[in-house]
């Protein structure tokens, strides 16, 4: 022993602040839970738990870049933002046409083909990466978090990344779950399957709108 004590690479106390206040923000329905619960509604529990996984991907991507400093790069070229803001866009409000398509077809999703688990995962890392405001939500939130002085920025950065996908995978997971159970009781009943199909497609259309639309 040589009597030195190890610094922790971040603050204990900005990290619990930062943990509070993540989970009072993960409780408020955002574009992320809307997407799990829709997808576990029309797939079952199983493909909400994939969507999650899938969103927490994408973000985890985010994370790492926002750790890498990629921010300085996204705002010197503002343009990246839009480019990614719209294509995520176009993304969600094709989803959704595709199920009023299929509606208007007479194919009603089931309960077996409705939205498998692999399409469920890769519609939530398209959804959460070409969603620039988890971007702008880290580059802008967790900075408030980091102490220079506690330890390399990038690895506070890491931690509080790693903090919010936990708590976002509890949090999103335990919706998409629970919406599988509600939406196979659902498709169990033929009167209210395609109803549950339509719901599904305007909050993914409306989810477009709100992304295209926003600034």
């Excluded at 030195?4 to 993960?26: E, N, R, W």
């Excluded at 576990?40 to 994370?63: F, K």
């Excluded at 866009?89 to 009603?108: C, D, S, T």
């Excluded at 580059?139 to 408030?144: D, E, G, I, Y």
Aim: glycine content about 12%; hydrophobic content about 55%; proline content about 4%.
């Amino acid at each position: 022993m040589n009597g030195k004590i190890t610094q922790m690479p971040i603050d204990l106390h900005l990290l619990a602040v930062f943990t509070a206040t993540t989970i009072v923000a993960l409780i408020t329905p955002g574009p992320d839970m809307l997407f799990v619960m829709g997808c576990g509604m029309r797939g079952g529990a199983r493909a909400g738990l994939l969507a999650t996984l899938g969103v927490i991907t994408g973000d985890a991507l985010y994370v790492a870049a926002a750790a890498a400093g990629l921010s300085m790069l996204l705002t010197a070229f503002p343009v990246v933002f839009t480019v990614l803001r719209l294509a995520g866009a176009a993304y969600l409000i094709y989803l959704g046409v595709q199920m009023f398509r299929n509606l208007k077809k007479g194919q009603a999703t089931d309960s077996a083909g409705g939205m498998t688990g692999r399409r469920a995962f890769l519609n939530g890392v398209v959804s959460s990466a070409a969603n620039p405001q988890t971007f702008a939500f880290m580059v802008a939130f967790l900075p408030q978090f980091i102490d220079p002085g506690a330890g390399p920025v990038w690895l506070q950065f890491t931690i509080l990344g790693a903090v919010l996908i936990v708590l976002e995978f509890l949090a999103d997971a335990t919706v998409g779950v629970l919406a599988g159970r509600l939406g196979g009781w659902l498709r169990n009943r033929q009167a209210v399957r395609r109803r549950l199909d339509a719901a599904t497609g305007t909050v993914f259309i409306g989810l477009g709108i709100t992304l295209a639309t926003q600034r």
